[in-house]
């Protein structure tokens, strides 16, 4: 059988007092980056400064203020929203006909 020495046992603990350390540092690190993903993803309504959500028309996504309940369009959707309403006989799909 082998001897542990006093000094052996001194870096047995300090590797596992840098090993606990390492793991908290790595937690901390993980949250910050969920935070900043979350935030990043969230835009801000630019009348209210509300937080727009996301949400679905017809399949098509489109954002909502969560504060005035004003919609917010990307370039494109308006021109798929009035092709979908045109192909279901709707007036705002003729208006744009």
């Not at 082998?2 to 840098?18: I, K």
């Not at 996504?61 to 192909?87: F, R, S, T």
């Amino acid at each position: 059988m082998s001897q542990v020495t006093l000094e052996d046992r001194a870096h047995a603990l300090e590797g596992e007092y840098f090993l606990r350390q390492e793991k908290k540092l790595i937690q901390k690190l993980r949250e910050k980056l969920e935070r900043e993903a979350s935030e990043a993803t969230v835009h801000e309504c630019p009348k209210c400064h509300g937080k727009l959500v996301e949400s679905k028309f017809h399949e098509i996504a489109i954002e909502v203020c969560n504060n005035c309940h004003g919609v917010w369009l990307d370039a494109d959707d308006l021109a798929q929203i009035a092709h979908h309403e045109e192909h279901h006989g709707s007036w705002f799909g003729r208006w744009f006909e």
